[in-house]
């Protein structure tokens, strides 16, 4: 596609409840980037793929979240038992071959109530 | 703890004015560095990236970057109000070959006054 597609564009969640966010990559990227962004604050690196290798999840930041690139290109991020703190804009990154920055796509806001 | 620190602001300049932003970063590893703004309620949109000590120009953008003081700044040429939005300095910090992780200051708010 022409640009990093996220959705939903928003998630209200019970408390407890499991979500899932997907992310679909500019065509060809080969890395892909889950950052968290809360409000006011600059955005968190949480993971990054290569292909469908998770090659860095340092910044996940409990085992309630995991994220999946199985055949390279889409990308889901789950939440499970979702907390209040979990609240925040989850954004989607990708970049081509070489660093060059990468493009974000519009965020997940997820709200946790 | 690799950190790039910004004031948050709000930065208010004049239309037609140059806006200066600027970020310290920690780490002495970090090689590359890109500015991002980011309008309310939108994503984070790149703009400038720099690579090497010195300045390099994009129109009415000029990032400069010293890096042996750690410093990375952002200048907006004759400021227009268009240009009001939250800046984001990001470094990236050196943990191994093919790391393309991203570490961004909270970001600098700018205001351009009409």
């Known amino acids: 596609g022409a640009g990093v597609s996220q959705s939903p564009r928003y998630k209200v969640a019970k408390r407890g409840q499991d979500v899932a966010l997907r992310c679909d990559p500019i065509?060809?990227?080969?890395?892909l980037f889950w950052y968290q962004q809360a409000l006011g604050q600059g955005p968190e690196f949480l993971t990054y793929f290569q292909n469908e290798a998770q090659l860095d999840k340092s910044g996940l930041p409990s085992d309630r979240f995991f994220a999946e690139r199985p055949e390279g290109s889409v990308s889901t991020l789950k939440i499970q038992r979702t907390q209040q703190e979990d609240s925040a804009v989850y954004l989607c990154?990708?970049?081509?071959?070489?660093?060059?920055?990468?493009?974000f796509g519009s965020g997940t806001r997820l709200t946790v109530v | 703890q690799k950190e790039v620190e910004q004031n948050s602001g709000p930065l208010s300049v004049p239309e037609g004015a140059i806006a200066s932003l600027n970020c310290t970063y920690s780490?002495?590893?970090?090689?590359?560095f890109f500015w991002y703004r980011q309008y309310s309620g939108k994503s984070p949109e790149l703009i400038m990236s720099?690579?090497?000590?010195g300045d390099k120009e994009d129109g009415r953008f000029t990032a400069q970057l010293n890096k042996a003081s750690q410093y990375v700044s952002l200048l907006i040429r004759d400021s227009q109000p268009s240009d009001s939005a939250t800046y984001l300095c990001?470094?990236?910090?050196?943990?191994?070959?093919?790391?393309?992780?991203?570490?961004f200051g909270k970001g600098t708010k700018l205001s351009v006054i009409p």
């Open positions: 780490d002495r590893g970090s090689q590359s």
């Open positions: 720099i690579y090497s000590n």
């Open positions: 990154a990708s970049s081509g071959s070489g660093f060059t920055g990468y493009t």
């Open positions: 990001a470094g990236n910090p050196y943990s191994g070959a093919g790391s393309y992780q991203l570490t």
């Open positions: 065509s060809g990227h080969v890395s």
